[in-house]
């Protein structure tokens, strides 16, 4: 009998045992067991988006989603939806987390910021996914979505920082060949115009200072920086407009490894500037000669001048203003006339289009005339080694 007894109590002691596992210990409560969600199903409120700027205070999309039925207070839910240009697996998602609703609504410009962000161009379409994962509020428990494709447009903004009104943008300072003397030496300080908001060149640099200046010989307007002791800013960062009778502003400092040649960008849509050496085989040619059987000289070389020679129109831009091309044949560019050692050509010479231009490279392929035989304005870039062609 007493053995019964002992093994009642035994039983007893191991069923309170339990019991106690069961309860949180601080809280005085019991450990909360939670069944396993469903995946959330997400939809947008269009397919295809194309909001104009004056529409960037309205809302421009709606996703919502379906609920993951978790046993948790629906109102302490975390969702996070993610953002991605399409074929990129969410590698460089943006992303919204919303707590407690199954619900997302973006501004024309908040999407637009984003689009942007992926380096999207204007006006142009492009294919976006966009997916929401859910969780406890801890992250536990996380359940992905579909990914739900959409075709969105971005719109255009003004640039962070005023463009040059004069189309035009010089260099000066003593970091330059020509020094502080204004107005600077042209063509070979004067930065090429690449697109509506992008300004490059490349430039002979010593140890000291520049600036940018819209207008030639002019010092009432500049572009500076706010502050030129910020770490790494010689390699680059954000720039500003001081525009007339506005003083104030900091030099560009030159690169630690100057003198040397560098490639200066300034992108005034986001209001950031690159300083890189340029190292590019050949360097930057003060000349440039065009040859081929293509050309009215063939392959003759030296080649005719003045008519098969370049002009130069910036640091890093050469112009033909004029010149015949007899289409199934070839040409080149050659940095000094009569030398064999040096030219330019095509990256792919077979690549389609390629007879109205493409990028270019030292030592390249032999770039093929344009299927029509006729006049042709050629246009060298070597800020970033490109070449186009325009039928006159």
Not at 80 to 93: A, G, L
Request: charged share 15%; net charge positive.
């Amino acid at each position: 009998m007493k053995h019964i007894q002992k093994l009642w109590f035994f039983l007893l002691a191991a069923g309170m045992l339990f019991t106690a596992c069961e309860k949180n210990i601080e809280g005085g409560g019991e450990i909360a067991v939670f069944s396993n969600g469903k995946q959330p199903v997400i939809s947008a409120s269009a397919a295809t988006i194309a909001p104009a700027a004056a529409d960037s205070n309205n809302v421009a999309l709606t996703l919502s989603w379906t609920n993951p039925e978790y046993s948790i207070d629906s109102s302490t839910v975390k969702y996070v939806v993610e953002i991605d240009s399409t074929n990129r697996n969410f590698s460089k998602s943006v992303t919204r987390t919303v707590t407690g609703t199954r619900r997302l609504s973006m501004l024309a410009k908040e999407l637009n910021s984003i689009l942007l962000g992926f380096g999207f161009a204007f006006n142009t379409a492009y294919d976006i996914d966009v997916r929401v994962i859910s969780s406890f509020p801890n992250n536990n428990e996380r359940l992905v979505s579909n990914t739900l494709k959409l075709r969105v447009t971005p719109y255009k903004i003004p640039p962070k920082v005023a463009l040059p009104t004069s189309g035009r943008l010089f260099l000066v300072g003593d970091a330059s060949d020509g020094g502080w003397n204004n107005p600077v030496p042209v063509p070979s300080q004067e930065f090429s115009r690449l697109d509506e908001t992008t300004f490059a060149g490349v430039f002979n640099l010593k140890p000291g200072s520049y600036l940018m200046l819209p207008i030639n010989g002019s010092w009432d307007q500049k572009y500076a920086l706010t502050n030129n002791s910020v770490p790494g800013i010689a390699n680059g960062g954000n720039f500003v407009y001081y525009g007339p009778g506005v003083g104030g502003g900091d030099n560009f400092p030159s690169p630690a490894a100057a003198p040397g040649l560098y490639l200066i960008t300034l992108d005034f849509q986001a209001g950031r500037f690159t300083v890189t050496p340029f190292t590019q085989q050949h360097g930057l040619p003060s000349t440039l000669f065009l040859v081929g059987g293509a050309t009215p000289g063939g392959w003759n070389n030296p080649v005719p001048v003045p008519s098969q020679q370049f002009t130069r129109v910036t640091s890093s831009r050469f112009e033909l203003a004029s010149i015949r091309l007899t289409t199934g044949e070839k040409y080149l560019f050659l940095p000094e006339n009569g030398n064999w050692g040096k030219k330019y050509g095509a990256v792919n010479g077979s690549a389609a289009n390629i007879g109205l231009g493409g990028p270019l490279k030292p030592e390249g392929e032999d770039m093929p005339a344009p299927t029509v035989t006729g006049n042709y304005k050629i246009v060298v870039e070597l800020a970033n080694n490109t070449y186009t062609l325009t039928r006159l």
